[in-house]
């Protein structure tokens, strides 16, 4: 198995309320500007063995109590379930991050109980996917994922990594309009780094995020900066 392109072997903050690990699964079929993990994008060497990171887990399996698996895009790899199956059989949790343009694969894998909690971006409001993700994206699997996850039983969230010069207020407003009021919708801000797609792209000032805050008035939207 070779889609494992980064591992970071602890977090407290990726996977809520679980001490966790982080698996980085390399390629992805979305070409956001403002991509952090820009370098996971293509579907390059890996430069992580699949035996390395589960002699890590093995042995840390009664410390760690779950496995995040995060991108790139961990959806678009068919052997992802063997993943995730191996990593279950040692006792963990997962949760997944993914772009929600793979319903199918991500129905089947909540329909198998491999998946304990699901974070699914939101880009943008549909009108403005495709200059969000920079390629042509297919709306109704995005429909169709955050569908999946509602009507799931599993532990979720909805999230957006809000850039000033692809969102504004009306954006967040109608995104947290389609969803359920019941699902858990997280903003973050976006911050500019060495390894960001586009350079010429910025975040929302403090006092920008404490005004969009306040002027959204709805109880499942938390802000992560603030
Ligand atoms: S979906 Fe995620 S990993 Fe893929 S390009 Fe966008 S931000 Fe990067």
Redesign the pocket.
Known sequence: MNIISGFDKLTLLNYPGKVACTIFTKG?N???P?????S??ELGNSSYMYDEVFSYLNKRKNILEGVCIS???PLIHKNIKILIKNIKELGLSIKIDT?GSNPDMLKELIDDNLIDYVAM?IKNTFDKYDIT?GCKVNIDNIRMSINIIENSNIDYEFRTTIVKELHNKEDIENIVKMLNSKSKYYIQNFVNSDGVLNKNLSGFTNEELVKLKNELNYSNIYFRDL
């Open positions: 992805c979305f070409k956001c403002f991509c952090h993990n820009s996971l994008i991108g790139g895009e772009n971006d993700t």
